[in-house]
């Protein structure tokens, strides 16, 4: 019982602990998709920013190339004050330009145009070492003859677009779509730090519109171009406070491979990348102009470990007190049941003990110590039921002490007693089975029940003799000089044609011939299968 108690406590402790640890796993990840959802609530808000910050920088590109479809070709100084007023509303473009489609024949007539307006002017193109060299020979440039403003962007004058690849294929693009187009990420010729540029590129056409590409090939005039400092527009949409919060990437996909990051902020080590691998967001930023943005986000460990609660680390402590108060509670209960069952066990045992004690008192005499007349009836009662049942011999002994009274009127009561005890005793010693059964059936009387068997009278002429061998002396017996016994035994091979009572007063009957034949005597009837009696008497 000790054992099984401790076995399910232990068990019911394991079972609070692992039920505890899944609600804590449980509300420990619902913060965590709690927390990735406020991730990218924030990502998205950022990509929607940045989004906002590059268009808004467009209408300056479209507010020339209308100009320019309503007026033909602009002079300097128109193009200059246009071009200043709208860089007045647009802090982050480096410059806006003018770029003339110029074929090979056509340079020297254009470089000598505008030497007269800037002395030294060279159509121009950097090579590895970054230094502007005039341009090699080609069909067709794409020289810059207007800048605004000026300063600052004076190695920009001249220099020819289309020198460039990445340039160049955005030019290209421009040209046959006919609509806006960006660049890759590039370097600024007019700068010499290492922030990203970015180049927008509206064509200009002969004619509204051209529908085909040929057309478009056969019309351009030139371009408006916008140089933006892509590295400022997108710091301009930051928070002080986004460093230390996350990593992100600016992506060009349709870039190439080694020009595609855009702009980059903060950085993680391995290990918080591992750790935080499953809070990477990745969202759309652009569409337009021929080229697709995406950022790509990852929180840092203290943007996590901000949003955590201790609400998990509450539910499991609760948890695992609330489990340990009812494992507790139980436990208390469980040994208190166990102090009833023991108490309840200890007291059925008593009431046992007491049942088989009054048990005893009924079935047995109490002087004696040797069943009385009511367990004897019921004895004779069963076995007279089984042996005719059966179909087995039974044999029913009555035994007297003769002179009882006259004993007890000579010695006294307790000597009646204990002479009731020695021959009881001595009777008692001659029963050899089991199933044989001594009883006190009266006063002096005492009754033996012999099962399967078929001739009483050896165990009878045992009785008598033996206890005329105790050598009890007996004054007052008209007999004897010592107590002696009269026997009455019944054997019967077949109870059909009998009863219990007729089976008794057979047995009471050979005991009355005992007595009358002169006391210390045997008389025995034998009932055999043919209905039929005989009496003998034995000395």
Known sequence: ME??????????????????????GLFYRLETTNIKREFERDVESKAAALTQAVELNIEAIYSLKAAYDNHGLLDYPDFSQLAAQTLSRHAHIQALEWIPKVEAEGLPALEKQFGARWPGFHVTERVASGEMVPVSERS?????????????????LGFDVGSNGRRLDALNRARDS????????????QTTDDHAGLLMLLPV????????VADRRQTLRGFVMGVFRLTAILQSTMQPQDASLMAFRLLDVNADPHHQLLYQQGSLTTEEQLAQKDFNVTRPVLTLGGREWFIEATPSASYVADKRTRL??????VGTVLFGLVIFYGFILMRRNREMVSTLAKKNQALDDINKKLERMTKMDVLVGIANRRYFDETLHREFSRSRREDRPLALMLIDIDH?????????HQAGDRCLKLVAEELGRVLKRPADMLARVGGEEFGIILPNTNNGEVVAKQCRSVVERLAIAHQGSLTSDVVTVSVGVVSLESL?????DSVFNLADSALYQAKSA?????????????QSASVSSLC
């Open 140 to 156: 067709l440039y794409y020289p810059v003859i207007y800048v605004e403003p000026l300063q600052g962007n004076e190695r920009a």
């Open 3 to 24: 054992r099984r108690l401790y076995l399910v406590t232990v068990l019911a402790v394991i079972i609070g602990i692992a039920l505890s640890c899944a609600l804590y």
């Open 205 to 212: 056409y002969h004619i509204v519109s051209p529908q085909s």
């Open 496 to 500: 059909d044609a009998q009863t219990r």
């Open 178 to 189: 006919g609509k806006l187009q960006f660049s890759e990420r590039i370097e600024l010729v």
């Open 404 to 412: 009882f009274k006259a004993f007890n009127d000579t010695y006294g």
């Open 518 to 530: 002169g006391r210390n005597q045997v008389r025995a009837i034998r009932v055999g299968r043919p």
């Open 312 to 317: 998990p680390l509450v539910v499991f402590i």
